[in-house]
């Protein structure tokens, strides 16, 4: 589920649509979280290798920890690529900002993280855009996300969590044991993806 905080709109013909802060989001806040509503599939099942469902799971569909495609009911199926983003995908599977979003700013992710299982081309407008991503590109990256994302989790207890309930139960003890001090219950990306 997306934060109720982001709004949709049309960018360009190439980017098509993107999500945009209407309200001004703080470092650590958590932007979206894998709920009940989105749909689970098994890349397998050949009922989705046809169209127009293979062209939908390309562009919207990300890849979960078990290996399976997740589909977002909502809006965050918008949400764009930047290799500078805003937000990050962490291992406790949910986004979290990792720098301060102004109202009217782009909410964006970095696909590296979540999109392990192919090869993409894309453009985020930055200096020094990857360009693409591939599986050999995650390994490279982690380690910086998991900087940022460790920050911005030491934000988290200090601003509104809208999000926060949707979240299991499991996974919040566990990562209110890395934010009370145990640097083990860090969760990874790493340790995330999809075998």
Request: hydrophobic share 35%; charged share 30%.
């Amino acid at each position: 589920m997306l934060i109720k905080s982001a709004i949709i709109r049309w960018i360009s013909d190439e980017k098509g649509y993107g999500l945009f802060a209407k309200e001004f989001i703080p470092k650590g806040t958590i932007t979206f979280v894998n709920d009940n509503l989105d749909l689970v599939i098994d890349p397998k099942d050949k009922r989705f290798h046809k169209e127009p469902y293979k062209t939908i799971l390309e562009k919207y569909a990300y890849n979960s920890s078990d290996s399976k495609l997740i589909l977002c009911w909502d809006f965050g199926k918008y949400m764009n690529h930047c290799c500078y983003s805003n937000t990050l995908s962490t291992g406790y599977e949910f986004d979290v900002a990792v720098t301060d979003i102004h109202p009217g700013e782009e909410i964006t992710t970095d696909y590296g993280g979540i999109s392990t299982g192919h090869y993409m081309v894309f453009s985020c407008d930055k200096a020094n855009c990857r360009k693409s991503i591939s599986g050999d590109n995650f390994d490279k990256l982690v380690d910086t996300w998991d900087v940022k994302i460790k920050e911005a989790l030491q934000s988290s207890r200090a601003v509104s969590q809208p999000l926060w309930d949707l979240i299991p139960k499991k996974t919040l003890t566990q990562l209110n044991k890395f934010l009370e001090g145990d640097a083990k219950k860090y969760v990874s990306l790493k340790k995330q993806q999809p075998k």
